[in-house]
């Protein structure tokens, strides 16, 4: 099954997406230039190459662009083609679906979710975060540490995107609004 993928502006940079005949296959958050933004999509998705995005993608980054302008996105019918990704991951993952724009949930809560317990459950879904192929459409930024703590962020500029892309849902931790363009 051949992957593809397109690469397109937004106010926070260039941000890129792939796809599959299955759904969506990658979403990428600008790097240092386009060309690394592109370049990083391609190695995540192993894209055959770039591609107009067909019908059923444009919809996709037209949505990613006006999340990142601020506005209220529900990514939760978007398909996604989760083909190689554990059992464990797809579960949760499509478990993350459900948490709503503006809401968070815990790792904890997600490991209980899915029946796991201790410890480690919730460092294994962290470290599954860590993993996540289509962030803001499975939407890993909405998932917070214990005692409501930020956690950890894999995407470019770590913990501060993070922040800010749930200060772009209203959920705040410095107690100021999202700044735009370029968070």
Known sequence: MSVHHHVFDTLI???GVAWS???????QFPE????????????KSRSAGAAAPPSEV???????????????VDFSAIPVDLG???DFRR????ALRAVAFGTTTTYGAL??????EGPEAARDVGAAMGQNPVPIVIPCHRVLAAGGKL???????GVATKQKLLALEGVHFDGGAPRLPGF
């Open 13 to 15: 940079g260039p941000c």
């Open 21 to 27: 005949e299955r759904g969506l296959v990658a979403v």
């Open 32 to 43: 240092k230039d386009l060309a690394v933004t592109e370049r990083r999509l391609i190695a």
């Open 58 to 72: 444009t919809p996709v980054i037209a949505g990613i662009t006006r999340y990142l302008a601020g506005e209220r």
């Open 84 to 86: 190689g990704i554990d």
């Open 91 to 94: 579960s949760l993952y499509e």
């Open 111 to 116: 490991a209980k979710q899915l029946g796991l």
């Open 151 to 157: 956690g950890g962020f894999s995407a470019p500029g």
